[in-house]
């Protein structure tokens, strides 16, 4: 099958989302017009973006939302919960780690790692802080899918290399440096700073 | 002049990032092949992205490490400091209120906004967290040129509409929830739950 593009899934995940609350508010169908506005895009590509994953809606007649809603979920594998692992507990992953969104759409944290001995022992609603010399094994025994990093630029590629070894195959990383991972390894960065300098640019209107 | 891709913006700004590095280190020059490789790009992209603004670089040679640097840095607007404000004093809000990077990138956040009487008032880094009736006269009078928006989702709309009619023309939002902005008003999305659900697609493999 085809390659799916970053941004094909992206949109997806708009899709869910935009589905999911006209489900919610008991709508029974939608057009690829309304799909298309939440996603910003247009009706030709939503259809496009169907398309790939197989036929679904009748023309005229648009999508059916309980029906498609399952379909995307299936697609982007979100109909099931997903074991997560923090690593570290500073400010940015603390604030992560009660990030209700997460939670909500099936990404439950279930560990947490930070290297200070201040942090180590102390409780995150409901999770314990463990020592870094303890993730590597955790890890493992506690079949954690994916892994956020939230730790020093300095520090990360380290960390990553460990998340790897144990057998980790999604990082989501926060720390401002570019990672390395092998083929096979989903890796997806988050860099905040990248978003104010594009904000940036646009201001600047070269 | 063309139309400038958000993910050759992006790009550049990792190219920014590198020239810094090898600025530090006292590299007088560096190749396009180094700049793909930060990039995650190729040699032909980088020379690609770097005609867009003028000519740079000799066949062979390489770029000037200096040199580069500053037109990076003025095309993205980076060569100077911005007075963002942040909307929202929560757990996300505080911790992007005490991201060093910010800072050390010119993006410095000199005022913050919260509608929890419990909040108003308290100190954040050398700044007092003001009332939300505060905010659409102060972005005016501060002349706040940047918004970082870290309020729930039902609250982001009426945040941004108020923040737009203050002047404001770029936000940063973190609400998980898709915000109108009229033409001429930068808005960038960070959307931290849909790179989770990236990572799910990658694992689920279809």
């Known amino acids: 099958m085809k390659k799916i593009?970053?941004?094909?899934?992206?949109r997806l995940a708009l899709y869910q989302r935009f589905l999911q609350e006209a489900a919610d508010a008991g709508l029974d169908t939608i057009s690829?017009?309304?799909l298309a506005e939440r996603g910003g895009t247009t009706s030709a590509q939503v259809r496009k973006d169907l398309s790939l994953f197989g036929s679904f809606g009748k023309r005229g007649l648009g999508y059916e939302v309980q029906e498609l809603l399952r379909e995307i979920r299936e697609i982007l594998g979100v109909d099931r919960t997903w074991k997560?692992?923090?690593v570290g507990a500073g400010k940015i992953g603390s604030a992560l780690f009660s990030y209700r969104d997460f939670?909500?759409?099936g990404f439950r944290i279930?560990?947490?790692f930070d290297s200070d001995p201040a942090k180590v022992g102390s409780d995150?609603?409901?999770?314990?802080?463990r020592a870094?010399?303890?993730m590597d094994r955790r890890l493992r025994d506690e079949g954690i899918e994916m892994v956020i990093v939230a730790v020093p630029a300095e520090a990360a590629q380290a960390v990553v290399d460990r998340v790897v070894n144990a057998g980790v195959r999604a990082i989501l990383n926060f720390a401002p440096v570019r990672l390395r991972v092998p083929r096979g390894v989903a890796l997806r960065n988050v860099d905040l700073t990248l978003e104010l300098e594009g904000l940036s640019f646009a201001l600047t209107g070269r």
Do not use: N, Y
């Open 124 to 129: 995150m609603g409901g999770v314990t802080v």
């Open 5 to 10: 593009s970053d941004s094909a899934v992206r």
């Open 110 to 112: 279930s560990a947490a």
């Open 32 to 34: 690829s017009g309304d």
């Open 103 to 105: 939670q909500k759409r």
């Open 84 to 86: 997560v692992a923090l």
């Open 132 to 134: 870094d010399e303890e």
